[in-house]
Nanobody, 115 residues
Framework: QVQLVQSGGGLVQPGESLRLSCAPS????????MGWYRQAPGKQREMVAL???????SYADSVKGRFTLSKDNVNNMMYLEMNSLKFEDTAVYLC?????????WGQGTQVTVSS
């Protein structure tokens, strides 16, 4: 069973930055896809950023140029660097991984952007 343990998140003001972390219980090299989703109250879950094992990253239009997904192969971690945060970025953010057509999710972490 694969586990994805998240950390980071919190309350920030508009324009500030946050970094989310995701620690998988197995090597990140094994996952076909890893990434981040988010779900705001009353809204559907949406893709924020995805990375294929050997491919490029893709981002939601709403976060392009502000958010960056990265993977640390040495420490077996995945990150989401979020800059220039906006009110509309407020949501629960979930780490995601796909392995052999099975999807895995982190426990979720709240990001609140408020003045």
């Amino acid at each position: 069973q694969v586990q994805l343990v998240q950390s980071g998140g919190g309350l920030v003001q508009p324009g500030e930055s946050l970094r989310l972390s995701c620690a998988p219980s197995r090597s990140i090299f094994g996952f076909e896809t890893m990434g981040w989703y988010r779900q705001a109250p009353g809204k559907q879950r949406e893709m924020v950023a995805l990375a294929k094992r050997y491919g490029s990253r893709s981002y939601a239009d709403s976060v392009k140029g502000r958010f960056t997904l990265s993977k640390d192969n040495v420490n077996n971690m995945m990150y989401l660097e979020m800059n220039s945060l906006k009110f509309e970025d407020t949501a629960v953010y979930l780490c995601y991984a796909e392995l052999s057509q099975t999807e895995y999710w982190g426990q979720g972490t709240q990001v609140t952007v408020s003045s």
